[in-house]
């Protein structure tokens, strides 16, 4: 029904800092090259170098990890994949019979003013009663959480319109059209 992918503006931000992470090792080794004098050795050319070496590492790394975030929604799960480094892909997958609710919310303000956010797909798993005075809500890792996502409201309203007519009506969810990511008024 949609293939969610993290927005560019995710790997633009992430690029940046691998960016100014090399620029913080070139100026530190600048700043050691101006303080030191050790036998007319040039500390600046190796910072730079080992600053090229820390963009080209951050900048094939950040690549490999963005291109292989991605989360499918749809009629019977909603599947994310994940990459918590370069070398390795885990897969998450919630059935809409386990799922309860969507959450969606902005990590920052930057993030809402472009329309970025997080939609959260929590689990019947998570929300566990302890009996003692108060009744404590236990948070279990089994809610599935799409980052990055443009129009994060609307996905998160497409997905409690799934969970709705699952619930409810579930022959008509192969009648759902697919999630469209453009401005209220112009999906077809």
Request: glycine content about 4%; hydrophobic content about 45%; proline content about 4%.
């Amino acid at each position: 029904m949609y293939v969610v992918r993290p927005h560019r503006m995710a790997l633009m931000v992430s690029l940046l800092k691998v960016f100014l992470a090399g620029l913080a090792v070139w100026v530190g080794f600048v700043i050691i090259n101006t303080q030191v004098d050790f036998l007319n050795f040039n500390f600046g050319v190796i910072g730079f170098l080992l600053a090229l070496v820390v963009v080209v590492v951050g900048w094939l790394a950040v690549n490999s990890v963005y291109s292989k975030r991605v989360g499918y929604i749809t009629d019977r799960r909603v599947v994310k994949f994940e990459a918590p480094n370069f070398l390795e892909t885990r897969s998450r997958s919630l059935n809409w019979q386990d799922a309860v609710k969507a959450k969606t919310y902005p990590p920052n303000f930057l993030w809402r003013l472009f329309d970025l956010g997080t939609v959260s797909v929590h689990a019947h798993s998570t929300m566990a009663t302890v009996d003692d005075a108060k009744t404590k809500n236990v948070i279990s890792d089994d809610d599935i959480d799409l980052t990055d996502v443009y129009y994060y409201q609307d996905l998160g309203n497409y997905i409690d319109k799934i969970l709705f007519t699952y619930k409810r009506e579930p022959e008509k969810l192969t009648d759902l059209k697919p999630f469209v990511t453009k401005p209220s008024g112009q999906r077809d």
